[in-house]
């Protein structure tokens, strides 16, 4: 049991349903889905991908940080010796192939090349991140392109982005998920005020280039019957409060930066990429798949009883 929760906090496990929700909400928003059912067995495969390279980035992060970490954060499953470095390296290589393999299998399964390309890319900007660019200054922009690819990888395997709008929908949430990055870079310790300010509006700024996607798709009599039916303006409202409930909590920090001040910005901040994603759903493919992706929630709340999202 032991060494169960000690793999469970390696992972990050509850982390793993931000993954989820990115990958399905991508794949509805492409596919433009209106009718909840069973999805394409080419999505399940895209689904095992985002998955896989979500855990070995989480692996491979503690296993070339384990020095550091045997200092700032000795409790951890490798700096305590509850698990192997070098098992744990084994792991993190080994899911980084599972995902690749799944995202060429996703591919072929929906007859779109790209999903395999995207995968690679993934694959390749999880370990750059983890062994090369998380100390340095392109660090956070190495974890936004991570967070983009993951929502390629739902759209790709739906044969999109569908819209050129649907395009601002990645390359937002990437730049939101950088921000959450430089944000939570000194969370061990204290943080700097300033750093901190520049990643609020870096998540500022991703937000509201995700969200110009509904505006666009609107103007152009486009989306759900939820959507055409008037309700942009609600769901323009909807957006700034998810918004301002974020950035409120980063404000608490840039004033007070303490460790804890920060982690719990950090948690919520990552907890909101389910919500957002469902908001993201609703004005394309309706009410119930928004639920539907925001009852991901569920196993994020849950697995975070057992152990930390950071």
Known sequence: ??????????????????????????????????????LPGAFWWTFGASLAFYAAGMVLNDVFDVELDRHERPERPLPSGAIDVGMAAAVGRGLLTVGSLCACLAAFGSGHAPVALVGAALAAAVWIYDRVAKPTAFGPAVMGSCRSLNWLLGMTAAGGPAAPSDWLIPIGMGLYAGGITLYARDEAARSRAGTLAIATLAMLGGLCVAGSSTWLLAAAGEGSAWLRSGRLVPWLLLWSVLTASILLRNALGILDPASGRVQQAVGNAIMSMITLAAVLVLPVCGEAWAIVVLLILAPFLVGRQLVSAT
């Open 1 to 38: 049991m032991t060494t169960l929760l000690a793999w469970l906090r390696l992972l990050r496990i509850p982390n793993h349903a931000t993954a989820a929700a990115d990958v399905l909400a991508g794949f509805l928003i492409s596919s433009r889905i209106r009718e909840v059912g069973p």
